[in-house]
């Protein structure tokens, strides 16, 4: 009796450490969440992985480099010397920066966000940091940058840069490059082998000084892979953000708090949450073009992740990657046109909504304990739909024909009527002892997605 009431005691003491030592919620910063309101409205945008590595688009010499296109030059250890060699031959004859941010709207987009220098260091603007930029060191000579800057603002349009702030693979200063200048840290993985610092004062941060200063209001700057990011380092790139343009967003790849998580690539939390959120996404299986992947998911696949996102708080920002002529390959382009079209229909269920009240419908951990290949507890996902929310509606978007009446989550709000959102066609609601189900008209309007609004009485719904 005594042992038990012990371990009784031991485990509230235990809890109650555990609580005090979870760090309370920071207080609401009004100016952050002020920058974030576009991005909170916004939901969905388009990655841009551009750069030198589309000439190679994946083999260098005639072998196949596996793994991300834009990572070629690191795959196949090219020395600096030779990769270098590819600006000469920089010249997208193709690119049209309005036919660009024209597919980003007709796909449904609210922002962009492209590659203004990736891991390999070369700068797809005119730099006064480095001459390893599309200007100086190209037969093309245009300011990529400029050029899609100008286009936005005359389609109103918001644009945000991709900065690789800690690799780069050209400087020997820079991380990353461990086959021509040795590995970044010693093996203790703290002291620093290389002049990270002279890299940063040299031309990173320069650099994101330029982003800042030449084109225009930025929306973002997303900066990846923190390596060697120490907490005042960050802060010194945060400081430059905040300083130039302090609208600027920052995401959560800088290696200090940003104004957003950015969850890893390709990955949709299992659970909705009220912080801001992004999720960076492939549409075939690499950023940067490569060649041999054709791998385009579909349109509905694209749809799902969209509104499965939307409806645990969070945005899409899902990727294209260009030729080396600078054109986004047909068959992504067709695949952003057709949810485009779904969207332009169905939008009001997604833009400016709020996260599921509910949360049941997302699927549900295993109960036996089985793990992922990550080691993590296993969730098993539903798909059969997702809500999104705004003042007094339930939007829920069907991806499959429900088998049985579809019943409305329990909720204390009274139920007042419901409507296909394509056609404005009333859906007959019928309530039994306090639970309200409705018939899915089959074969469902839209076999891809079909959106029923629900409205009920109240602003928020009360469970
Ligand atoms: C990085 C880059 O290395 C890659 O080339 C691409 O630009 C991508 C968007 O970002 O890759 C990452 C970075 C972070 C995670 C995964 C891949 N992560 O946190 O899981």
Known sequence: MRKLFAAGFLVCVSLLAARAQTPSPKPPDPAKEKRLEWFREAKYGMFIHWGLYAIPAGEWNGRRCLGLGEWV?????????????????FDPVKFNADEWVQLAQDAGMKYMVITSKHHD??????SAASPYNVVDATPYKKDILKQLADACARHGMRLGFYYSQSQDWHEPGGAGNTWDFGPDTAPDGKTELKKYEDYL??????????????????ALIWFDTPRMMTPERGQ?????????????????????????????????PAEASAEAWETPATINDTWGFRRDDTNWKSPGQIAFKLVDIVSKGGNYLLNVGPTAEG????????????????LRVNGEAVYGTGPSPFGDEFGEWTSRGAKDVRGQKLFLPHTEWRVTTRPGKLYFTFFSEPRAPFEIPVMKNRVLRAYRLADKA????????????????????DPMATVVVVEFEGQKVER
């Open 327 to 342: 054109v986004i390959p047909q068959p992504s382009a067709e695949v952003l046109r057709t949810v485009g079209r779904w």
């Open 121 to 126: 260091g070369f700068a797809m603007f005119k």
């Open 73 to 89: 030059m690191n795959r196949c250890q090219v020395p600096v010397k030779e990769y270098e060699k590819l600006a000469a031959r």
């Open 426 to 445: 009333p859906v007959e609601l019928k309530t039994e002892g306090g639970r309200t189900t409705f018939l899915l008209e089959r074969p469902m309007l």
């Open 236 to 268: 010194r790139f945060a400081d430059l953000v905040r300083t130039l343009q302090p609208a600027t967003l920052i995401d959560g790849r800088l290696g200090t708090e940003g104004d957003y998580r950015s969850t890893g690539d390709n990955v949709i």
């Open 201 to 218: 004062r040299g031309k990173a941060e320069p650099q994101v000084k330029e982003l800042l200063t030449n084109y225009g209001p930025v």
